[in-house]
């Protein structure tokens, strides 16, 4: 037997199809899908960023650390396993390092933990 996840399997076809919630599972998986894409297409910037560049650090999501780049209006996610040492808390800068590793800086400037969330909408 596969261990695959199979999204047939997943919908409820013991008495028929239910299209209603087979419905919404469907949408449910199809947007957890095309958040986690654009998190891994996100990531994938993380490469272009100059060595040494500064990112604030917001909260984690999931596997991911959501960062932003007030000045430019951007946010990345940054994979939990790209940060070596600590992890941050939330208003702390991450200073990418030459081989693409992130770690917090603890000579930054904080961001008020406050204004977090109004950082991120200015940077959607």
Do not use: H, W
């Amino acid at each position: 037997m596969s261990n695959r996840f199979n999204l047939f399997d997943s919908l409820n076809l013991s008495n028929g199809l239910d299209f209603k919630n087979s419905s919404n599972f469907i949408n449910s998986f199809i947007n957890d899908l095309q958040d986690y894409l654009s998190k891994i297409q996100s990531s994938k910037l993380l490469s272009n960023l100059d060595p040494y560049s500064l990112l604030t650090f917001a909260k984690f999501d999931g596997r991911f650390a959501v960062c932003f780049d007030y000045g430019a209006k951007k946010i990345y996610y940054v994979p939990k396993n790209k940060i070596v040492g600590n992890l941050p808390e939330p208003g702390e800068a991450l200073k990418v390092d030459i081989d693409g590793t992130f770690y917090v800086d603890y000579t930054a400037i904080l961001a008020d933990e406050n204004k977090i969330d109004d950082y991120l909408n200015e940077c959607k």
